[in-house]
């Protein structure tokens, strides 16, 4: 899974988290929220993996994809030089619904063979 830049949600600072990228699994994968590019566009679809920051930790969802309630862990820069933002190769689906539990994480391919932006490149730390 990957935002590729786009905006995915509104903070002052990046920090780090945890997320549960699928949606019947407790895997997590620590992800790196950071300032976007000047110019990148706003992803418009639904998503289970906006920031928790700002949410209320007894509203926010214990099971599911998303990010983890409570796994903030600590501040981060941004990125030197962010993606430009400007569209995301990961099917929309993925974003609201977590990543399907056929969609392997390397090589990034669906067991179809066809690509599916698995992992989480452009904001994993």
């Known amino acids: 899974m990957n935002p590729n830049g786009m905006v995915m949600g509104y903070l002052e600072n990046g920090y780090t988290a945890a997320i549960r990228w699928r949606a019947d699994s407790d895997e997590t994968v620590t992800v790196r929220w950071y300032r976007a590019a000047p110019g990148a566009k706003v992803f418009t679809g639904p998503s289970a993996f906006g920031s928790t920051f700002w949410d209320d930790p007894n509203e926010i ?11 903030f862990s600590g501040w981060s820069p941004s990125l030197p030089d962010p993606p430009p933002g400007q569209f995301t190769p990961t099917p929309p689906s993925y974003f609201e619904f977590g990543v399907p539990d056929d ?21 994993s730390t």
Request: proline share 6%; aromatic share 4%; glycine share 18%.
């Open 61 to 71: 969802a214990k099971t599911g994809p998303g990010e983890v309630a409570g796994s």
């Open 103 to 123: 969609c392997a994480d390397e090589p990034c391919v669906h067991v179809s063979g066809t690509a599916c932006g698995c992992g989480f490149s452009a904001i």
